[in-house]
């Protein structure tokens, strides 16, 4: 059973930044593809960015290309969302969770976080 528990939201203005935490069960990185997911009040759950097992290789949405970096520290076995340059439209809960497979899938994802706010204020 994988164990994940997201930190760091909160309320930011335009512009600002935010950096998200996920701890995660020993040795989940290792195992699994490690995503972040973002769900906007009266809208769908969708892929944020995520980062494989295996040599830690990132994908991102289109969305938050350039502004948004995911990373993990293994010896922690805890992930990070740096979040820059926000904008309202980045208003949401945001989720970890972990896949068996390389995915931007939301019915990929086995395990999931409880979701932090973050709220982005114009």
């Known amino acids: 059973q994988v164990q994940l528990v997201e930190s760091g939201g909160g309320l930011v203005q335009a512009g600002g930044s935010l950096r998200l935490s996920c701890a995660a069960s020993?040795?989940?990185?290792?195992?699994?593809?490690m995503g972040w997911f973002r769900q906007a009040p009266g809208k769908e759950r969708e892929f944020v960015a995520h980062?494989?097992?295996?040599?830690?290789?990132?994908n991102y949405a289109d969305s938050v290309k350039g502004r948004f970096t995911i990373s993990r520290d293994i010896a922690k076995n805890t992930m990070y969302l740096q979040m820059i340059n926000l904008k309202p439209e980045d208003t949401a809960v945001y989720y970890c969770?972990?896949?068996?497979?390389?995915?931007?899938?939301?019915?990929?994802?086995?395990?999931w976080g409880q979701g932090t706010q973050v709220t982005v204020s114009s």
């Open positions: 969770a972990a896949a068996w497979v390389i995915s931007t899938m939301v019915s990929d994802y086995r395990y």
């Open positions: 020993a040795r989940t990185f290792s195992t699994y593809t």
């Open positions: 980062i494989r097992s295996s040599r830690g290789v990132t």
